[in-house]
């Protein structure tokens, strides 16, 4: 298996002076590359042990639609304040500075179903661990969560510990 | 073929007073109906006379994704101002007051290649024609534009009419 590494493009100082930004572009625009991705994610469960796919927005949704495609599953976003037009249900995670949130339609799960939500990224894992408690929320038991890139070095995962947690591409240190 | 019409939920009043919203989360959440559409997208072109499928941010790149995987294709974001961490070029929109900007990576798309540009919802059409110029800004060629709704009443087409424009559900009315 390839190692896919080499396809994301570190962005210097983006968004801001320090950081080093992980660019998917790069990886995406290379058609077999992006095809590759989503059977790699795909080969990690049984389909058959998956109800429901999440994606969260925006870069989220990139991989959790693909897969969902892939395997006629539903696909359900989780969105940030005010775009979801029917009842949510919120979850507040905390930021560098003060906090954010995310949220989910209260219709898109039903009870005991089991979902895989995919992000993008996962950095400190803020963000996951709220979109694993809106799924738990409404009834849905999180079969795990993927992500196409992880900064480990962040130590995320500790944040997810309660969930099966796989990423395609490591990054030890910034 | 079956009308997806009725999968399509109508928000009253969202986002704001008098306006009835096209909510598609209740056609994603069921896989065959998300797979269908995909595939009645792709029935629309032969994929050879395709290079690279685009998605507008957020709810494009559902779209754009499960096609680019579904074909083997590259798949490229156009984002709103700020999101993409490399140089970019943008285009700006009018919106119903003020304006609003978008814009794609500058390396995104090379010469002459051939572009699909796919979203969920085609309303004045004015997101779409920015997207458009975008990709002819990098001396790429609009293949066409793919829509899941149209809202024809509100005659977006006559603002795209440089290309083709195909949409597999079509609103007459409000």
Chains 1, 2 share one sequence.
């Not at 006629?72 to 775009?83: A, D, E, M």
Request: glycine content about 8%.
């Amino acid at each position: 298996m390839q190692d896919m590494k080499h396809l994301i493009r570190n962005v210097q100082d983006f968004p801001k002076k320090g950081i080093g930004f992980k660019d998917i572009t790069t990886l995406l625009k290379r058609g077999s590359s992006f095809k590759d991705a989503i059977d790699r994610m795909a080969s990690l469960y049984n389909p058959d042990d998956v109800d429901v796919i999440v994606g969260i927005e925006a870069r989220g949704f990139i991989f959790a639609s693909a897969l969902a495609y892939k395997w006629g599953k539903p696909l359900v976003p989780i969105r940030k304040p005010g775009k979801l037009p029917a009842e949510t249900v919120k979850e507040e995670y905390a930021l560098e500075y003060g906090c954010d949130t995310i949220e989910i339609h209260k219709d898109a799960i039903t009870q005991s179903q089991r979902v895989l939500i995919v992000d993008d990224l996962l950095a400190t894992g803020g963000t996951m661990a709220a979109a694993a408690r809106l799924i738990e929320k409404l009834g849905g038991r999180v079969a795990g969560l993927i992500f196409l890139i992880e900064l480990s070095f962040l130590k995320g995962v500790e944040k997810l510990s309660d969930y099966r947690v796989d990423s395609l591409i490591k990054f030890d240190s910034e």
